[in-house]
Antibody, heavy 121, light 109 residues
Framework: QVQLVQSGAEVKAPGSSVRVSCKAS????????ISWVRQAPGQGLEWMGR????????NYAQKFQGRVTFTADKSTNTAYMELTSLKSEDTAIYYC??????????????WGQGTQVTVSS | SYVLTQPPSVSVAPGKTAKITCGGN??????VHWYQQKPGRAPLLVVY???DRPSGIPERFSGSNSGNTATLTINRVEAGDGADYYC????????????FGGGTKVTVL
């Protein structure tokens, strides 16, 4: 079955960058739209953006424009999210999520386990 | 950008029915997806495209969507259904396509 496994927890200094990976097994990750969602402590889910393999579109939520980059590596079946200029408010759990079907706006049917990113001096 | 409004909390006795609403402007013209999240866990898709259930989700979970309100209904509520529930839509063509509601905490009494 499809599984998404994310990289481990990170502690970063303010102003630095973090890259989170999301490796898929059980199917070809890059055939599906992948979203990145974060959740600050005690807060709700916040959509950061998505990468749609066909027709090769990347949407970034306006809030993160200029600070976030999504990439995908077909050879390793892995997606990546890089967030730069980190602030304390970026402390959160970051999730990758894949749509359930090949339709890019299906529900997010598969989720990684989450990666805790802590921004602290 | 598009806004989804959920009640912060819903309480329900075991065996009864819980209804969680998700309000949005003409949400009936969009496909609504619902997620369950338990503490320390990743979200789980329980209903997609308004009323379809992924494999493995009990029939007790159902959805509807019309006008300005979508609803997730949990029949014969069990203790294990206590969790946070989020609605989500894709606002195609906007600069912020992915939209989540604020979440509803379901407490089983």
């Amino acid at each position: 079955q499809v599984q998404l496994v994310q990289s481990g927890a990170e502690v970063k200094a303010p102003g630095s960058s973090v890259r989170v990976s999301c490796k898929a097994s059980g199917d070809t990750l890059t055939n599906y739209a992948i979203s990145w969602v974060r959740q600050a402590p005690g807060q709700g889910l916040e959509w950061m953006g998505r990468i749609i393999p066909v027709p090769a579109i990347i949407n970034y939520a306006q809030k993160f424009q200029g600070r976030v980059t999504f990439t995908a590596d077909k050879s390793t079946n892995t997606a990546y999210m890089e967030l730069t200029s980190l602030k304390s408010e970026d402390t959160a759990i970051y999730y990758c999520a894949r749509v359930l079907t090949t339709y890019y706006e299906s529900g997010l049917g598969y989720w990684g386990q989450g990666t805790q990113v802590t921004v602290s001096s | 950008s598009y806004v989804l409004t959920q009640p912060p909390s819903v309480s329900v006795a075991p065996g009864k029915t819980a209804k969680i609403t998700c309000g949005g402007n003409n949400i009936g013209t969009k496909s609504v997806h619902w997620y369950q999240q338990k503490p320390g866990r990743a979200p789980l898709l329980v209903v997609y495209d308004d009323r379809d259930r992924p494999s493995g989700i009990p029939e007790r979970f159902s959805g509807s969507n019309s006008g300005n309100t979508a609803t997730l209904t949990i029949n014969r509520v069990e203790a294990g259904d206590g969790a946070d529930y989020y609605c989500q839509v894709w606002d195609s063509g906007s600069d912020h396509p992915g939209v989540f509601g604020g979440g509803t905490k379901v407490t089983v009494l």
